[in-house]
């Protein structure tokens, strides 16, 4: 059978549905807050407004309540919420904090906005989170806080790595952007360090267009998160806050519309996790009749909850690259509709590395001499070079592939085509 790659006929051409989570409820909420005027109700000083209107202080009650944690803020996004976290830890500009160079680019350049250094730890390459042992091998007298990811939908190795953080006295940040409602021995993912940080934005598991969520148990970094949020420098002092360190107000507000549309959403998370999950172990074990490609393993006493679909590819066994195999593997497969100008939602590798990109090779950040790179005493120098994270280049070079066909709204015969495709592939990879 010739591979649409080299012009044959492809498994599929019509689209994927669209990954649509908006329904009635969320317009029905949208226009209960036009008609009541009220579409922020924030005040950046000291005031009875200072913490936002009706339906974000809802939402907040219902996102605490629903994951089981004493405090919980609505930021404008995840990104907005890991800068208030790494703010509200205390963290002196110098100071560093270990974070994974495999996910998105605003889990390594939170602390670079208070003057902190990111130093990157190599992941697992099981699970692809951090992996504890070069986390301990990061650890300085200067180390602050670790930044934990639990990416793709799986928590964090928890129990070690709260270990090492409990020996070396640091701080968790949870980036759990990709994994809401995933659990680690019935805590919620978010819920397992310091802080927790979710995602509301358009392409999550749940979403409102652009917000976020923090959560903690930990009553002042609440108060501070809520402060940095909202312009901290002109409440601080009317509010009596005796210790000012990183109270730099930003504008991080989540505005009425999208905090409302976000309570609906959350009654939603558990069964649009539980569709994924049945998707993803359906597509799973059908593709374990390909040696080549590996399903991740679940980690012990967690669940996963699937934002892609991750998978790695041994070159070995199939005597092809991954690159070509995927390539012609996305030949046979349409795009997805609302997102058609993407391709079909597959691809070879992640991210690249991060400590790669030129704000770490160049270490340029603020101004042009060096900032806060330059700030490490002694005239050390953080390293950022190539090989750095040996197991994170070999998966973005090498094995690592993931799609998001998988999403609430295939069908099983949506799915089926997914794997058809790829063994279509597979059982003519000679002709590549």
């Not at 129990?159 to 759990?176: C, G, Q, S, Y």
């Amino acid at each position: 059978m010739k591979l649409a790659i080299h012009g044959g006929k492809p498994i599929r051409t019509t689209p994927f549905p669209a990954y649509k989570v908006i329904g009635e409820k969320e317009k029905k909420a949208v226009m209960e807050v036009l008609d009541s005027g009220i579409l922020s109700r924030y005040l950046g000083c000291w005031h009875e407004d200072f913490y936002g209107g009706p339906q974000v202080q809802a939402l907040e009650k219902e996102w605490a309540d629903y994951f089981k944690v004493k405090h919980a803020i609505a930021v404008n996004s995840c990104t907005s919420g890991l800068y208030c976290a790494v703010g509200a830890i205390g963290v002196e500009p110098g100071q560093e904090i270990i974070v994974p160079p495999f996910t998105m680019t605003a889990t390594a350049t939170a602390p670079i906005i208070f003057n902190a250094i990111p130093v990157f730890a190599d992941i697992e390459h099981d699970y692809f989170c951090l992996d504890p042992e070069s986390i301990e091998d990061r650890i300085t007298s200067r180390t602050k806080a670790v930044i934990v990811v639990d990416l793709f939908g799986q928590p964090y190795d928890v129990e070690r790595i709260n270990a090492i953080a409990k020996k070396h006295d640091l701080v968790v940040i949870e980036d759990t952007a990709q994994a809401p409602g995933a659990v680690f021995a019935d805590k919620y993912a978010g819920t397992l360090g310091d802080i927790g940080v979710f995602s509301l934005n358009y392409h999550k598991h749940i979403h409102c267009g652009e917000g976020g969520m923090v959560v903690t148990d930990n009553d002042d970094f609440a108060e501070r998160i809520r402060l940095i949020r909202n312009h901290a420098e002109a409440v601080a002092a009317d509010k009596g806050m005796s210790n000012i360190v990183n109270l730099i107000g930003f504008n991080f507000r989540l505005p009425e519309m999208e905090a409302a549309i976000s309570r609906c959403q959350l009654k939603k998370l558990e069964s649009l996790v539980s569709e994924r999950i049945n998707n993803c172990n359906y597509l799973a074990d059908k593709l374990a009749g390909i040696p080549a490609i590996i399903p991740p393993p679940t980690r012990d006493k967690c669940s996963h909850v699937y934002y892609v679909q991750p998978f790695r590819f041994i070159e070995q066994i199939a005597e092809i690259t991954r690159d070509i195999f995927i390539e012609a593997v996305r030949a046979e497969l349409p795009v997805t509709e609302l997102r058609e100008g993407e391709g079909p939602l597959l691809s070879s590798g992640y991210v690249k590395p991060l400590y790669l990109l030129p704000i770490y090779q160049q270490k340029i950040a603020y101004g042009s001499h060096g900032y806060p790179f330059s700030l490490l005493p002694d005239n050390k120098q953080v390293c950022y070079d190539k090989g750095l994270c040996p197991v994170t280049e070999l998966l973005h070079e090498k094995e690592f592939f993931c799609h998001e066909l998988m999403r609430p709204g295939m069908s099983r015969r949506d799915l089926d085509d997914v794997v058809s495709a790829f063994f279509k592939v597979w059982k003519n990879r000679k002709q590549l």
